[in-house]
């Protein structure tokens, strides 16, 4: 069994900054591929970052040069660091992790940001 635990969410103001971190503890040895995801209201999840075992980094554009994603393979943890953050990165957050053929989800962070 694999639980996850996500952390870091909340409430800031239009430019401000948020890091967001995700878990995985249990029956898992180790991720090829860990990602963010995030959805609001009425529209499907997208994703937001991903980084390969190996670093390899991805972004969707609305968060290029704004958003960093990392890994701890040993911890088998990933983070997002939101910086310059704008009332459109309002979502819930929800991180991912890929061994094999499995997703593993976390459960959705709320992260608000008021104009």
């Known amino acids: 069994q694999v639980h996850v635990v996500e952390s870091g969410g909340g409430l800031v103001q239009a430019g401000g900054s948020l890091r967001l971190s995700c878990r995985f503890t249990g029956d898992i040895f180790s991720f090829e591929d860990m990602a963010w995801y995030r959805r609001t209201p009425g529209h499907d999840r997208e994703m937001v970052a991903t980084i390969s075992e190996g670093g390899r980094e991805n972004y969707e554009d609305a968060v290029k040069g704004r958003f960093t994603i990392s890994r701890d393979n040993a911890e088998r943890s990933v983070t997002l660091q939101m910086n310059s953050l704008k009332p459109e990165d309002t979502a819930v957050y929800t991180c991912?992790?890929?061994?094999?053929?499995?997703?593993?989800w976390g459960q959705g962070i709320q992260v608000t940001v008021s104009s």
């Open positions: 991912n992790g890929r061994s094999g053929y499995i997703m593993f």
